[in-house]
């Protein structure tokens, strides 16, 4: 096989890739957007929310020989496109035997969850809060990203009163309820620093004075 011949068969390969997680975004994108019914409608998923792009133009095909694995910011996504699309892709060959109790999972639905709170009027580091504190307690897994304490308070309202199953359906009633309260509290904080720093700024340590 020439060198062209090679080049267009891992061409169609990537783009097979592409094709096959893009469909499951879509599928994990109506699974959040039941979760979030309460919360309001976040639409249709979107290619270019997450700069996906088209096929032919796609950055995921002609993947750079040097790519860094995660964002510099803490708040940012997590993954460049590249990796959205390998963590879709690996988070669906470990499914059936791990579910959603996967680091790749975690990730895809902080993608997610974060750009659905956007669409619903969270904006900046709350929309990253709380796509943390959803992938967290959609499949068990801490990720490094937005403050731990948001996320802390996320998990306690959505396990509050209940067994910490991370097993649960995104159509329950119980789950689209907590998480409609959780997002409210959200956008409380987006819309009152005051509130926002009584409840979530990490108190100051005074350290002792050296004599």
């Given at each position: 096989m020439d060198l062209e011949a090679l080049l267009d068969e891992e061409y169609e390969n990537r783009k097979k890739a592409l094709e096959k997680a893009v469909q499951i975004a879509k599928r994990e994108w109506e699974n959040v957007r039941v979760s979030l019914a309460l919360c309001g409608d976040i639409g249709e998923f979107s290619e270019k929310d997450f700069m996906i792009g088209t096929i032919e133009e796609d950055v995921i095909i002609r993947e750079p020989l040097i790519s860094p694995t995660k964002s510099i910011s803490g708040y940012a996504p997590t993954f460049y496109p590249m990796y959205f699309v390998r963590?879709?892709?690996?988070?669906?060959?470990?499914?059936?035997?791990?579910?959603?109790?996967?680091?790749?999972?975690?990730?895809?639905?902080?993608?997610?969850?974060?750009?659905?709170?956007?669409?619903?009027?969270?904006?900046?580091?709350?929309?990253?809060?709380?796509?943390?504190?959803?992938?967290?307690?959609?499949?068990?897994?801490?990720?490094?990203?937005?403050?731990?304490?948001?996320?802390?308070?996320?998990?306690?309202?959505?396990?509050r009163e209940r067994k910490r199953d991370y097993d649960w359906d995104f159509h329950w009633t119980s789950v689209r309820e907590r998480l409609k309260q959780i997002f409210d509290k959200f956008r409380s904080w987006q819309n009152d620093s005051k509130l926002y720093h009584k409840e979530v700024k990490p108190k100051a340590i005074v350290k002792p004075m050296m004599v």
């Open positions: 963590n879709l892709l690996t988070m669906d060959e470990k499914f059936a035997e791990h579910g959603y109790k996967t680091t790749e999972a975690l990730y895809v639905f902080i993608e997610l969850a974060a750009k659905a709170v956007e669409r619903l009027g969270l904006v900046g580091t709350f929309c990253m809060g709380f796509g943390a504190g959803y992938g967290n307690v959609r499949t068990g897994w801490i990720a490094e990203k937005g403050q731990p304490l948001e996320r802390e308070i996320f998990f306690q309202m959505f396990f």
